[in-house]
């Protein structure tokens, strides 16, 4: 069974900086692209990051050079590495798997990031 | 960008009833087409893949029909469990772009 297991959220400072992890299961980082996904209170989802089976990268503009997606195959973890935090980066974080017809086949239960003075 | 819009906002029906949401791309986006169903506090669940294709486990009172630019989710009976936000989402082009969402209530 897939799952999915997102911590490392909380309240950050203006300017700050989180690193979020998500623990994989029933699947392995290395066979499969993984994204992250983000989704601010009664908002529609937006997609943050993704890092593909090959070592790829993608970024939306707005977090380019601030948020960097990794991964450590050896413990099947993928982390988002965020900084230089803004209001407007508030939101659920959700780590989502690709299948190869479909950006976000399965998701895990999201971690809140607030980013507040 | 490649912008969703999706119709009506909301819809208000009635158990039994059918329910037929649009999505809109503002270009052609092929059949790279993903619809979410997505209940409060919970992740979006993917219900159908490239505009017609049931995820694993989805039923079959969920179809998914268009191509290019115009889609639509159809529920052919809506069950209490079906009431809920439903999103679309494309994936032919970066960055990958969601719709704003409608929400299916009941009436």
């Known amino acids: 069974e897939v799952q999915l297991l997102e911590s490392g959220g909380g309240l950050v400072q203006p300017g700050g900086s989180l690193r979020l992890s998500c623990v994989v299961s029933g699947f392995t980082l290395s066979s499969f692209t993984v994204s992250w996904v983000r989704q601010a209170p009664g908002e529609r989802p937006e997609w943050v990051s993704t890092?593909?089976?090959?070592?790829?990268?993608f970024y939306r503009d707005s977090v380019k050079g601030r948020f960097t997606i990794s991964r450590d195959i050896s413990t099947n973890t993928l982390y988002l590495q965020m900084s230089g935090l803004g209001a407007d980066d508030t939101a659920v974080y959700y780590c989502a798997k690709a299948a190869p017809a479909s950006s976000f086949e399965n998701w895990g239960q999201g971690t809140l990031v607030t980013v507040s003075s | 960008e490649i912008v969703l819009t999706q119709s009506p906002a909301t819809l208000s029906l009635s158990p039994g009833e059918r329910a037929t949401l649009s999505c809109r791309a503002s270009?052609?986006?092929?059949?790279?087409l993903a619809w979410y169903q997505q209940k409060p506090g919970q992740a979006p669940r993917l219900l159908i893949y490239d505009a017609s294709n049931r995820a694993t486990g989805i039923p079959v009172r969920f179809s998914g029909s268009g191509s290019g630019t115009d889609f639509t989710l159809t529920i052919s009976s809506l069950e209490p469990a079906d009431f809920a936000v439903y999103y679309c989402q494309q994936r032919i082009k970066w960055p990958l772009t969601f719709g704003g969402g409608t929400k299916v209530e009941i009436k």
């Open positions: 890092l593909t089976d090959g070592g790829q990268t």
């Open positions: 270009q052609s986006i092929s059949d790279y």
